[in-house]
């Protein structure tokens, strides 16, 4: 039954980080959260790629990957990946991928995924909207290193 037919399930709790943690419990993922003053977050992956998860404001679930390729692209290497992420975002473009500025010989590259929360989000709803997100990475990510040449095994980042 839909959800928003489904009296049960008719009110949509708000999106918090402890909602975001037990979901990552529940599919089993290992996380470290990191709460302070005026931050809480959460750093998580999936094979090479790093997600840090956060609520933003109280509209916003973001969820930001990140992967880092080493130093074996010799010179021009961070002009060759920013080429190979326009390339890739061209045939999908959310998530976008970016190039980070350099430091030193790696190359970072990031996205970005955002969904609204506003009205809250049920269960499945929020299983949903992180499981997007998170998938959507890993297949921009994966993407943009078959485009390099990149063997995931080979080379971490």
């Not at 989000?121 to 485009?147: C, I, P, S, W």
């Amino acid at each position: 039954m839909a959800w928003w037919t489904d009296p049960d399930n008719a009110a949509t709790p708000p999106v918090t980080m402890d909602r975001v943690a037990a979901w990552l419990e529940r599919i089993g993922w290992e996380y470290e959260r990191r709460r302070g003053e005026d931050y809480d977050e959460i750093h998580t992956g999936a094979g090479r790629t790093q997600f840090l998860i956060e609520i933003p404001s109280p509209r916003l679930l973001s969820v930001r990957g990140r992967e880092t390729y080493g130093t074996g692209h010799g010179p021009g290497s961070q002009e060759r990946v920013a080429a190979a992420a326009t390339q890739v975002n061209e045939s999908c473009w959310v998530p976008s991928v970016f190039v980070l500025p350099s430091q030193g010989e790696a190359t970072t590259v990031a996205t970005r995924a955002l969904v609204n929360i506003e009205a809250g989000a049920n269960d499945e709803q929020l299983h949903d909207y992180l499981g997007m997100m998170t998938t959507t990475t890993v297949e921009r990510f994966k993407a943009l290193r078959e485009v390099l040449g990149i063997d995931g095994e080979k080379e971490a980042g």
